[in-house]
Structures are given as structure tokens and as C-alpha cells.
């Protein structure tokens, strides 16, 4: 099949387009940077993930992908298009559809001179009824054609985690495939698509299609801000929340949800994004989703219980040398968007601390994002270590579960937000405290 991922730039949108290149389909991944463009097309994947690049430049050199500025060329050469653009928020957190009327827009021009059938299919996630009320009018309206019956449209939500989406893109089989669809013949072209992979799929109307990857969403979010609020309990009541984590997924009504990891908080483009968006969505209609709501106030004061813990064991921060291990939102990636160090960094500045920083991937992005003099990104983990008087573990990349790497320490003191490490295993002379750990220990 012939297919035109719009958004080839971004995160859903590349590991897509390689993806479906590599399965043996002709893929132009469209984007809007020039420079992005033309890195794509020598080999550079622009954002990490792991086996990317090595995808990337298979397909190249197979012809199988076409990095493309020109939208217009990719419609017309393509069986469907793929809406992956971004849908951020807004200021009160609803969600943005910019990028989505634009995409739409430049397809349905493209679209006004085609004469084969094509169907357009939304994978950004967005709020239940945007692809039936703002994208299907929208191409109706650039194309002058009609939904249905001259081109098809459909609802396929992304389900791909950062840091494995090609796992999860090439073997959706714990995932699923759902496909919301206008009519029939619309959804046999991603059938099509699908059928040859190992996974259930669920063919469904759009809206349904929609709410799906909120419901989704919303329900591993809420599990994670449970799991924060027992290991906060937990830490008061000084028992260990790792051993009643353990406790509870031996019941297998818990054990299958598997989200019961404490730390310092969910971030990432997505679970934050949507679980505003739908909330935001819910209250314009009247309906108040107190669970949801309690849901992202828990998420976002988790990311200074680490701070907190930092204090009860150092006292004053203020002129204190501070090492943040892990910058993403999750190992695995470089995105930063919404990653909790962004708060505990802000926090540790605010109270006077000087910040050594440091990230296997995303001290690029994190350099741009935060702007200040008092942190310095430093390139190895020994770097960050040596000059510090503490140091708190962000984000469980595997390298900072190795505990020979705090020999490297200026300072003794370690705050585990992601309870990577077993302070037993620590050598003598350490303080180590963690989220959801009953009390401090000193090696
Ligand atoms: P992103 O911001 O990384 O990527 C969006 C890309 O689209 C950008 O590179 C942008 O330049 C490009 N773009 C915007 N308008 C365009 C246009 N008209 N033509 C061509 N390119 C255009 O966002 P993302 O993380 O890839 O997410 C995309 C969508 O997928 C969002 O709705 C998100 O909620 C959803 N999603 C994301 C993930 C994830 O893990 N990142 C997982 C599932 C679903």
C-alpha cells in the first residue's frame, strides 16, 4: 500500500512511517521543517529511539521511504494518509487543534484533484467528535468533495509507548488495533493494512475510536497517581510500598494492571495532555470528572516529594551542589515534555541550589527547554556525581541502577524518585532515602 504520514517529524509520525516502510508498504513521511527534511533523508532520525536510525536507513536505501516536504505529491501517491500531527494544550488545558485544522486543510486541497479513491485517517489523539465535526469538514470543504462517498475517513489512535514504539508498532499484540471508521469500505483500507499483524483487532465508529484512547489514557494515569498516593501513605505509616506493591499484584485482579510503579510522577506528551483535554471536554458539557481531576493534582505535587525527601535528609539547599540523574519523562527517550525533573529542577533553583544535570539522550532538548545559568548539563553521570553534595534519581534510565557509580560522589546523599536502587547494595557511608521508602538509611 501506498501511504502519506502527515507529521513525519514528530515522534508518532517518524516511528510510523519507518515502521510501515519496513513491512514493506511506500510511505512519504511529510513534514514542515526544511532542515528535518533533509536530515531524514540522509539517515539522521532527528528524535531517539531505540533502533530508529538503523530502521531508517534500511528503508532509505530501499526506496521504501520518501522524506517530503510537499503534502500535495504525497496525497496524490498515496492510498491514505495518516494524520499523526501534534494536539497539544491549550492554556486551560483543553485541547489545541491547530495543527489538526491545518493538516486537514492541505490534505483536502490536495485531495480537490485527485481522482482515485483515498481515505484519510486521523492517529493524533483527539477529543471524541473532532475528526466527524472539524476534520471531515474541513476536507469536505478544501476538496469539494463529499465524505463517504468520494474518499474515505477514519479514527486509528496511536497506542505506542516512547522508548519501545517500534516494539509496539510492529507487534501491537498486547495493545490491539482499533479502527473507527465513517463506512465499511473506509476501514477495509487500514484492515488492509492490519491484517497481517498479531493483534485483535476492534472495528468501531469514529467517535467510539476516539474515546477509546482517552479511556485508555486516563485509566493508566489514575493508576499511577494511586500508586504515588500508597507509597506517600505508605512512607508515613514507615512501611515500604515496594513490598506492598509486591503484596497486591499477587492478586490477579491487580497484577494485570501493572502500573503500580511509584515515583516521582507521570509526564510525557501524552498522559498529562489528554487527561486535561478530556477533563476540560467533560466540563463544557456540564459533567465534573472528579476522579480525573484528582488524578493530575496528585501527578503534579509528586515531582517535589523528592525535594521534600532532599531536605529532610540535607537541611538548608541553598548553596548546595544538586546532580539530577535522568532528565526525560521516562527512559528510553529524549522527550521532555512535561518530564517531572523540569519541577524538580525549578524547585532545587528556587531555593538557591546549583544543579548539575545530566541525561544519556536529552540533554539537548532539556538545554533548550531550561534556560538558566545555575545548571550545568554535564555528559556523563561521573560529571554530574563528582561535584555534587546530593543527588536525586529522576528517570530509571539502567545505567543509574548500577550502584558503583555513586563512588563517584562528592556528597553522600541519595534521594531515589524511581526506587531503582537497593541501598543494602550501596557501599558504607551513603544515605539513601526513596519515594514510598519507610525511612532513611544509612549504609
Ligand atoms: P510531535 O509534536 O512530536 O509531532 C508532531 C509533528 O507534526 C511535528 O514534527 C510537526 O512539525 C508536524 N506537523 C504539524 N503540522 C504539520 C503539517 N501540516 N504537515 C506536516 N507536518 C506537520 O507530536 P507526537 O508526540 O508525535 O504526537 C502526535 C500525536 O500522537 C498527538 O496527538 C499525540 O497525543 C499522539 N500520540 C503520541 C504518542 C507519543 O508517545 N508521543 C503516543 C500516542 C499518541
Not at 193 to 217: C, S
Not at 268 to 279: H, L, M, N
Request: proline share 4%.
Amino acid at each position: 500500500m501506498r501511504i502519506a504520514v502527515v507529521g513525519g517529524t514528530g515522534y508518532v509520525g517518524l516511528t510510523t512511517a519507518v515502521c510501515l516502510a519496513s513491512k514493506g508498504h511506500h510511505v512519504f513521511c511529510v513534514g514542515r521543517n526544511e532542515n528535518k527534511i533533509a536530515k531524514l533523508r540522509k539517515g539522521v532520525p532527528i528524535i531517539y529511539e531505540e533502533g530508529l536510525k538503523e530502521m531508517l536507513c534500511n528503508v532509505l536505501s530501499q526506496d521504501r521511504l520518501v522524506p517530503t516536504t510537499n503534502i500535495y505529491e504525497a496525497v496524490q501517491g498515496s492510498d491514505t494518509s495518516f494524520i499523526c500531527v501534534g494536539t497539544p494544550s491549550q492554556k486551560d488545558g483543553s485541547i489545541d487543534l491547530t495543527q489538526i485544522r491545518e493538516a486537514s486543510k492541505e490534505i483536502g486541497m490536495a485531495l480537490s484533484k485527485k481522482k482515485r479513491y483515498h481515505v484519510v485517517t486521523v492517529r493524533s489523539t483527539v477529543i471524541p467528535g473532532t475528526t466527524e465535526d472539524v476534520v471531515l469538514p474541513q476536507l469536505e470543504s478544501f476538496s469539494g468533495k463529499k465524505a463517504g462517498r468520494d474518499f474515505g475517513l477514519c479514527m486509528n489512535p496511536e497506542f505506542l509507548r516512547e522508548g519501545n514504539a517500534i516494539e509496539d508498532l510492529l507487534h501491537p499484540k498486547g495493545l490491539g488495533i482499533v479502527i473507527g471508521e465513517l463506512n465499511r469500505r473506509s476501514g477495509d483500507v487500514l484492515f488492509e493494512i492490519y491484517k497481517g499483524f498479531d493483534a485483535e483487532i476492534l472495528r468501531t465508529k469514529i467517535r467510539t475510536a476516539e474515546m477509546i484512547k482517552y479511556a485508555r489514557n486516563c485509566y493508566l494515569a489514575k493508576d499511577v497517581s494511586f500508586a504515588n498516593e500508597m507509597a506517600n501513605l505508605c512512607q508515613k505509616l514507615n512501611v515500604d510500598y515496594e513490598l506492598v506493591k509486591k503484596g497486591m499484584k499477587m492478586d490477579h485482579r491487580i497484577g494485570k494492571t501493572g502500573f503500580l510503579n511509584a515515583g516521582v510522577g507521570f509526564g510525557g506528551s501524552c498522559f498529562p495532555k489528554d487527561v486535561k483535554a478530556i477533563i476540560a471536554k467533560a466540563k463544557q458539557l456540564g459533567f465534573q470528572p472528579e476522579m480525573l481531576e484528582v488524578t493530575i493534582e496528585t501527578n503534579e505535587k509528586q515531582p517535589l516529594k523528592a525535594v521534600q525527601l532532599l531536605k529532610q535528609v540535607l537541611g538548608e539547599l541553598k548553596g548546595k551542589k544538586i546532580a539530577v540523574l535522568g532528565l526525560s519523562f521516562k527512559p528510553g527517550t529524549d522527550d521532555m515534555r512535561e518530564a517531572p525533573s523540569i519541577k524538580i529542577i525549578k524547585s532545587l533553583l528556587s531555593q538557591g541550589s546549583e544543579v548539575y544535570a545530566y541525561d544519556p539522550k536529552a540533554l539537548d532538548n532539556a538545554a533548550e527547554i531550561l534556560k538558566e545559568e545555575r545548571i550545568r548539563f554535564v555528559e556523563s553521570v561521573e560529571a554530574a556525581l563528582k561535584n555534587a553534595d546530593a543527588c536525586i534519581i529522576v528517570t530509571e534510565w539502567p545505567e543509574f541502577a548500577n550502584p558503583k557509580i555513586y563512588h563517584f560522589m562528592k556528597g553522600r546523599v541519595i534521594i531515589d524518585g524511581r526506587r531503582v536502587l537497593n541501598p543494602n547494595k550501596l557501599p558504607k557511608g551513603f544515605t539513601y532515602h526513596g519515594i514510598g521508602f519507610p525511612e532513611m538509611v544509612k549504609t
